[in-house]
């Protein structure tokens, strides 16, 4: 008997750095993945540094624009539509889409320098404005038939495939160098973009779980092997336990690993369960969930012994600055 697939249910969560200002990330994850209601999933990690003090702007800039041009890529999939065309559109996600993107994030950051200006004043040189608020982006879009994403800068887009298997489709073929990243600030930032193209002909061998990420997640483990595992033990989780099992225990797993990677940490996630194969009421009553990955947490201190500081406002020394 073939069981129908279900529609997808997301979750979205995000930890504060320690010891940082305010927290630089953004993120969106809604839809169900219907052709009425097709799934957008991005996170956007402002550059943190004090040389973009406005960054945790330019994130949410990033990501709410994402979602609106998402949702217009979407919209093109109707097959009434004269853009509705698989060549057409593929060219345009290529190519069109990035920098209408960039250019809308430029625009807007521009629009809330002009009407909020800082102390170099309303008409300081627009590339240095642009610096202020920058930021990298990772989005997703998902449609029957179709799954696109697209990535500037840093951050994971993390798939698991029917059969369990990991990948990262927009992972760069090199790794970038220290803290530097791509950057929407940058002048024509859209030929940076990655872009991942994936036609779904059979629904039931596509994706069961999309993860979007900032890259304070992947930064706090040790090696590509560990990242990996984290992934595989979410889905397990997932399977087991459901959307509803794991929503109030993934900002504690986030909260651990911003507290390795010193960095604010974010997660927007869609998962797809099989219809009529659910966790159902088991969730509710089950062990705690253990984390995903290892090593063990550290022991709480002894009464008496010495705690650690208390942040103190100062952003951290492994922030971000644009590839130039």
Not at 32 to 40: F, K, N, Q, R
Not at 209 to 223: E, P, Q
Not at 237 to 258: F, K, N, Q, Y
Request: charged share 30%; aromatic share 8%.
């Amino acid at each position: 008997m073939v069981i129908p697939l279900a529609d997808w249910e997301t979750l979205c969560a995000s930890v504060q750095g320690f010891g940082k200002k305010r927290n630089q990330d953004w993120s969106v994850a809604e839809g169900t993945g219907s052709a009425a209601d097709p799934l957008v999933l991005t996170v956007a990690d402002g550059h943190g540094s004090p040389s973009y003090p406005r960054s945790d702007v330019g994130a949410r800039f990033a990501a709410d624009r994402f979602v609106v041009r998402g949702r217009e890529f979407a919209a093109c999939l109707g097959a009434d539509r004269p853009g509705g065309r698989l060549r057409r559109l593929h060219d345009y996600a290529r190519y069109e889409l990035p920098e209408r993107l960039v250019r809308d994030w430029q625009n807007e950051v521009w629009g809330h320098w002009r009407r909020q200006p800082g102390p170099e004043g309303a008409d300081a040189p627009r590339e240095d404005v642009l610096r202020l608020y920058g930021s990298t982006l990772v989005g997703a879009v998902l449609v029957p038939g179709l799954f696109v994403a697209w990535q500037l800068g840093d951050g994971e887009l993390t798939v698991v495939d029917e059969d369990g298997r990991v990948r990262l489709p927009l992972a760069p073929e090199r790794a970038e160098l220290g803290d530097e990243t791509a950057s929407l600030c940058l002048p024509e930032a859209w030929r940076l973009v990655r872009v991942h193209w994936e036609p779904l002909p059979d629904p039931e061998r596509g994706p069961r779980l999309l993860a979007l990420s900032t890259d304070g997640l992947s930064k706090s483990f040790a090696s590509d092997a560990g990242f990996t595992a984290f992934t595989e033990g979410l889905y397990e989780r997932l399977a087991g336990r459901g959307l509803p099992g794991i929503a109030e225990d993934v900002p504690r797993w986030l909260a651990e690993a911003s507290r390795h990677s010193g960095d604010d940490t974010t997660l927007a996630l869609a998962h797809r369960a099989e219809r009529g194969d659910g966790p159902g009421p088991a969730w509710a009553s089950a062990p705690e969930a253990a984390r995903p990955w290892g090593p063990e947490p550290e022991p709480e201190p002894e009464p008496g012994a010495e705690s650690p500081a208390e942040p103190d406002g100062t952003t951290n020394d492994d922030e971000e600055t644009e590839r130039r």
